[in-house]
């Protein structure tokens, strides 16, 4: 069974920083793109970014290219994210996603889901 | 990247046909067959329902149908059912290695 299990979210001051976690378990780590995804309070998803399975490729949304950094260890199976320069408009439930496959020339659907881990930041 | 556009909420009885657009431009849902929708209840998770425009995971109902034209996809839900009101998100790569999402669609179940 797939379990994607985050932590590290919390309250944190605009400008601050914060690494999320994902703790993976169920499948062969190493070979799926990994992504996060991220949800404002009452609002809809949007796509932060993505890495292949390797940890050798990654890709971010313009809203966080320069501030956000993707990561894996596959040795430790868990993927991370490190948020700098946070702002207001980054407070959201982060989510860990499975993608389907690894990134060839494409990123592909979701199919796997954690439960989230919510960021707020606020002073 | 702009977010794929899709009505803010659509309803209808028990047993009734629903669908849901998600509509984008030539650059996303338009050029590729990777359009993929997801079902969402209140505090809980998304739940992937439809990948590659019409395909299914395993276990989900096949009450559950996508389509595409152009740059507009459809999801259509067949015989609705309470649990089947939610929130619903279309997502489609958008080139250049990026994802795009709708802004989501709110199923009341009358």
């Known amino acids: 069974e797939v379990q994607l299990l985050e932590s590290g979210g919390g309250l944190v001051q605009p400008g601050g920083s914060l690494r999320l976690s994902c703790a993976a378990s169920g499948f062969t780590f190493s070979s799926y793109a990994m992504s996060w995804v991220r949800q404002a309070p009452g609002k809809g998803l949007e796509w932060v970014s993505a890495?292949?399975?390797?940890?050798?490729?990654?890709y971010y949304a313009d809203s966080v290219k320069g501030r956000f950094t993707i990561s894996r260890d596959n040795s430790k199976n868990t993927l991370y994210l490190q948020m700098n320069s946070l702002r207001a408009e980054d407070t959201a439930v982060y989510y860990c996603?499975?993608?389907?496959?690894?990134?060839?020339?494409?990123?592909?659907?979701?199919?796997?889901w954690g439960q989230g881990t919510l960021v707020t930041v606020s002073s | 990247q702009s977010a794929l556009t899709q009505p803010a909420s659509v309803s209808g009885s028990p047993g009734q046909s629903i669908t849901i657009s998600c509509t984008g431009t030539s650059s996303d849902v338009g050029s590729y067959n990777l359009v993929s929708w997801y079902q969402q209840h209140p505090g809980k998770a998304p739940k992937l329902m439809i990948y590659?425009?019409?395909k299914r995971p395993s276990g989900v109902s096949n009450r559950f149908s996508g389509s595409k034209s152009g740059n507009t996809a459809s999801l259509t839900i067949s015989g609705l059912q309470a649990e089947d009101e939610a929130d619903y998100y279309c997502?489609?790569?958008?080139?250049?290695?990026?994802?795009?999402f709708g802004g989501g669609t709110k199923l009341t179940v009358l």
């Open positions: 996603a499975k993608v389907a496959r690894d990134i060839v020339a494409t990123i592909r659907e979701v199919d796997y």
């Open positions: 590659e425009v019409s």
């Open positions: 997502c489609s790569y958008a080139g250049s290695s990026s994802v795009v």
């Open positions: 890495i292949s399975g390797s940890g050798g490729s990654t």
